[in-house]
């Protein structure tokens, strides 16, 4: 069962933290970006 995330703020950290999830961890699923734009 993957771990569910969400990210609030798609700035600088918030790419990091993503392009991380996606590439590292395959037990974690990103469900929701929250962003101002």
């Known amino acids: 069962m993957a771990i569910k995330i969400g990210i609030n ?3 600088r950290i918030g790419r ?15 469900v929701g970006i929250n962003d101002l734009l």
Do not use: L, P, Y
């Open 9 to 11: 703020g798609f700035g």
């Open 16 to 30: 990091m933290v993503f392009r991380a999830c996606v590439q590292n961890f395959s037990d974690i699923e990103v």
